[in-house]
């Protein structure tokens, strides 16, 4: 059992580690979130302040310090660049699959705890913002650690990774864990279990962790902090909708479906029979079920709504997935689950439409798109042949393999192609070759991040009814525009400007 426990282990880590690392930084930072928090680290080390984040030089509390520190850190080790910025995410999306693997195994066994990481490394959102130089891999991480610290009676894990979580993203670090035990131990009336929990002690750490940035952030900067940390970036966008998707109540639904790629084909039959037909796994199947929804309800609730947010409902989704394949690959079960591969037919063919779409809108994908197309198509077609004969081991195997391919494809010959529109590398370079050093400069807000990122300067974020009060002035100043903005100019306007560089759909322009 050790022998194979130890092999499992090496494919394992061999998988994940080659899906999240592989080209990490062969892609510049993409605008806007990328550069923020990469930007926000840098100016940590810059002005040796580690406790009140920055962003142009100003104090910035949107959210806590855990990732930038993370960063941080990377920097000093690799320097200051796109592999150092994402570093801290792919490690921690590989510890994150390790662990799901570890408490997975623990909770069924050795293949569904397999076959459940794999799961999670190999779906399209997870591993993308596994590549992400962003803050939620980290909080779905700290998430999972105390969600599964719990259900496996490492009570002190518990506390440990809801107070990393909150030094990662604010309250809500304490909220969801808080939340979905609650709800667990209601639905399976088992609250003797809370004089287990070391409720005392475990508050105490809870504490220890999380209080000492937050009294002395509040010290230094007083009411700013809370009004704007907790009133705004919390509250506020909890209650109001930041982005006009946050009133579509079912926006969570698609993203699910894409995000989740390629096991929404299974997953349906999957929580279908978690809820239905778990018997021997019935409590630790409904724990995985109440974390999942729990998120996927809470955040549908939230009046701010952003594509990553679902993200710590997959570390369950997948254990749940990975128990159902296992179980229904037992030759007890004689299972063959049709609607999987009739499913994933009809996802593929959205996969189709979109990579069309995308071609359309971008040719140079095509050689790329062509190779995604195939994979699907092996996918599928491979996927019908082994249901049909009932080899659900190969089917899931697969899938697995196409995934790890896809993963490839996109870092190498997608991403490459799609990334110059969503950049400011280049515009940023533009600028340091042709910049006087002297004049003002003004960036739109969407390029600010990557260009300060890029340039080492921050510039004036610009909105785009300034722009003709700023041409109209008598000063020389430099803009750095999205051609879009450019274009919404009147002919006077433009007529006093003059294109200094242009890259893809950014310009640099100056106004003499």
Known sequence: MSERLGLGFLILTFIAALILFFNLGGVPLLDPDEPVYAETAREMLQFHDFLSPRLYG?????????????????????????????????????????????????????????????????????????????????????????????????????YIGAALATITKGPIGLLIPAAVVFIYLLVTRNFSELGKMKIPAGTVLYLVITLPWYLMMYQLHGNPFIDTFIGFHNITRFTSPEHPEGLLWYYFIPVLILGFLPWTAVMVQALWKALFDGREDSRKLIFLLIWAGFVFIFFSISRTKLISYILPMYPPLAMVVGWYINRISDWRYGSRPLTWPILLTLLAALVWVA??????????????????????????????????????????????????????????????????????????????????????????????????????????????????????????????????????????????????????????????
């Open 355 to 512: 990579l069309f779409l995308g071609v359309k809108a971008m040719p140079d994908m095509l050689a790329g798109a062509v190779v995604v197309a195939g994979l699907f198509g092996i996918m599928v077609f491979g996927l019908w042949y082994f249901i049909l004969r009932g080899e659900i081991d190969k089917a899931f195997w697969l899938q697995v393999a196409a995934m790890t391919i896809f993963s490839l494809v996109l870092l190498t010959m997608l991403f490459p192609q799609a990334a110059p529109a969503f950049q400011s590398r280049e515009i940023a370079r533009e600028f340091v070759a042709h910049y006087d050093g002297k004049s003002p400069v003004y960036v739109a807000k969407f390029l600010h991040p990557g260009f300060a990122f890029y340039s080492g300067v921050y510039g004036q974020e610009l909105k785009p009814d300034q722009i003709g009060n700023i041409v109209a002035g008598g000063e020389k100043v430099y803009l750095v525009l999205r051609r879009s903005d450019y274009d919404a100019l009147g002919e006077a306007e433009k007529q006093k400007l003059s294109t200094v560089a242009t890259s893809d759909n950014k310009m640099l322009v100056l106004k003499p």
């Open 58 to 158: 100003e104090y910035w509390y949107d959210k806590p310090p855990m990732y930038y520190w993370l960063t941080a850190g990377a920097f000093q080790l690799f320097g200051v660049n796109e592999f150092a910025a994402r570093f801290p995410s792919a490690l921690l999306a590989l510890i994150c699959v390790l662990y799901v693997y570890s408490d997975s195994s623990r909770l069924f066994d050795q293949r569904a705890g397999m076959m459940g990481a794999l799961v999670l490394a190999t779906s399209i959102e997870f591993f993308y913002l596994g590549k992400a130089a962003v803050t939620d891999i980290t909080l779905t991480f700290f998430l999972t650690l105390s969600l599964l610290s719990f259900k496996v009676k490492r009570y002190y894990w518990f």
